[in-house]
Each structure stands twice: as structure tokens, then as C-alpha cells.
């Protein structure tokens, strides 16, 4: 049987439970899903919080620009972020790997080539590539938080059946709703372009897109017909209730 080709991006919000803090609890939430549904599902990752990591126990200076820090950051806490999604996944018996990718390797035909292969491989052998950016050489994603463009870009080129984005909301809501203070999820979303008119405004916590990357990244997974499902990554099992239709979410076919 052919499996279903999940592309699971976590955010930063997600990854910490909204605090200054890593959630190992969160990572095994998730192992624990991929675990149970590794029959008849695939996973790929793109995971932020390599930044959130470093700031964990670290704080750098520079006179320089702010965002030379955050990369500088983000090389520190990347190979820890690994080490912990490994630690985690391998007791459950799950296989890790690490891919590190930047905007730029989606606009060279080598490149994307090297990158389906690459995975192909991984996958075929039982491995869950965990991607994020390459942030000593791109700022894009830092910038703008664009982790889940990322995401939406490698569920294209990889022909996901499903591209998840795990945030800290039961999905998209209505701006009105946001603006009564009685959030109300939108569930399926058949005309995109009034999607565009939901986003509020707010600033993002801890990662740095907000809804308006998420917005961009379901243009791009559109584009190559991935269905995306933004999903409240905070609940525990959410990827199994999304599936089973339990909690609240957005779909957008
Ligand atoms: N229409 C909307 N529905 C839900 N959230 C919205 C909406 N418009 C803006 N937001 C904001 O987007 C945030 C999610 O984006 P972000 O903080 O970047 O998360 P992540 O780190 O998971 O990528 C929400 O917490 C909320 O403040
Ligand atoms: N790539 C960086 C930051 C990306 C980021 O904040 O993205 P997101 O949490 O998806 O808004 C990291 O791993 O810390």
C-alpha cells in the first residue's frame, strides 16, 4: 500500500509551547503520532526553533546588525534542536535525519533534483528528514519567518498528499471573530482569495511569520495542488485528531 505523504512544519510557538523554552513534551507528542500512524504515513518536517534553542542558554553581542546575531544564533541551537528531536525519536524507535535548505535551492534545477533524490532515499529507508533553513547563508526565513514557505516549497517539490502547519491557533479564524474576541475557525476554505482578507495584524510571539506567511505558503502548496491543514499544534495528538476529524482546523483544498 502507498503511503500518505505528510509534510509536518512546526513553528516556533509550537515547538516551545509558547514559552522561552524547548518542549520535549511537544517532540514527543509528535513522535508518539508518527510512531502510531508509521503504517500508513510518511513524515517529513520542517521544524524551526533552532533559535529558540540558543537563546535557551546563550546570549551573543554585536555591535552589528541584529540579524547576524539570530543567525549566529540559529547555528548554535540548530545542532542541539537535532540532537533533541534524535534523542526522542530514536526511543520510539523512529530514524532522524537533517536537511538544511534555503530559498535559493528552490530556484536551481540541480538543486531541486539533488533535493528529491536526497529525500527519496531517506524516506524509502525509514528515515523522517527534519528540515529548516540554512540560516548562515539565507535571511529570508529569519526575517520573515518564512519557515513556513519552506515547508509549503518542499511539500511541492516532494509531492506531499498533505502539508500540515502546526501553530499555536485551532486554525485560521475569521477577522471578525478575532476582533469580537471569539475566535471562530474557518474549516474549509474554498474561496482563497477571501482567505487573504482574515489575517489580523498581531505580532508573533516567538516565531516570526504570523498568518500572513501561512497565507503565502498555502499559495505556493495551491499551486501544486497540495491540500494544506493548519492545524492547533499546542493540543496534544493533534495530527491524529486532525485526521480523525476531532478537533477544530482549517482545510484548504
Ligand atoms: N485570522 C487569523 N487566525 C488565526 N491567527 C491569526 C490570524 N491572523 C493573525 N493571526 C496570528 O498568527 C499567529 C500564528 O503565527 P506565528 O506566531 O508565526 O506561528 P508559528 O510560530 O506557529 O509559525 C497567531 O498566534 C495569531 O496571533
Ligand atoms: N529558522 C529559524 C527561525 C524561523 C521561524 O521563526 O519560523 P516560525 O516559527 O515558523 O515563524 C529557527 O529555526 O529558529
Redesign the pocket.
Known sequence: MKKKRILL??????LTKETDNISRGKIEDIANQIAKLQDTCEFIIVS?GAIAVAKQFVKLESKRKEIFVKQALASIGQPHLIRIYQEIFRELGLLTSQCLLSYSDFEKQESKTNIVNTINVLVNNNYIPIINENDTVATDEIKF?D??KLGALTASLLSADLFI?????N?????ES?EKGT?KTIELVEDFNALKH?????????????????IDAISVAKQSNVETWIVN?LEDNFIINALENKILFTKIK
Open positions: 512544519k512546526i513553528g516556533s510557538n509550537t524551526s519567518g519557515n513556513d502547519i502546526a501553530t499555536n491557533t486554525g485560521i479564524y475569521t477577522k478575532i475566535p482574515q489575517v489580523v495584524n498581531s505580532k508573533s510571539t516567538h516565531g516570526t511569520g504570523g498568518m500572513q506567511s501561512k499544534g
